[in-house]
Nanobody
Framework: QLQLVESGGGLVQSGGSLRLSCAAS????????IGWFRQAPGKEREGALC????????YYSESVKGRFTVSRDNAKNTVYLQMDSLQPEDTDVYYC?????????????????WGQGTQVTVSS
């Protein structure tokens, strides 16, 4: 059973950077599409912010394009989310998720495995 654990969240000032990690155990990530999502308290989880596909292709939502970078290290079975130029509106709990489906990967409902989330807080 694939398990995902996020880490790297924390408190950062506006304009700062953080790198989140999504470490997998129980199965390889080589054949998984990995998405990063975020959710604010009391709100629904948004569609995918970033996606790392198995062929190396990536996707970024307009809200994070040019600021966030997703990458994967298959040898470490880990996916990373580098977040730069963080703004207070980026404050959320961030989740990574995995699916074997390559299509409709922006839709959170297709993801089968989820991490527990890591809090990112950006102060102004």
């Amino acid at each position: 059973q694939l398990q995902l654990v996020e880490s790297g969240g924390g408190l950062v000032q506006s304009g700062g950077s953080l790198r989140l990690s999504c470490a997998a155990s129980g199965a390889t990530l080589d054949d998984k599409v990995i998405g990063w999502f975020r959710q604010a308290p009391g709100k629904e989880r948004e569609g995918a912010l970033c996606i790392s596909y198995t062929n190396g292709r990536t996707y970024y939502s307009e809200s994070v394009k040019g600021r966030f970078t997703v990458s994967r290290d298959n040898a470490k079975n880990t996916v990373y989310l580098q977040m730069d130029s963080l703004q207070p509106e980026d404050t959320d709990v961030y989740y990574c998720a995995a699916t074997e489906r390559e299509y409709d990967a922006t839709v959170l409902q297709i993801y089968d495995y989820w991490g527990q989330g890591t809090q990112v807080t950006v102060s102004s």
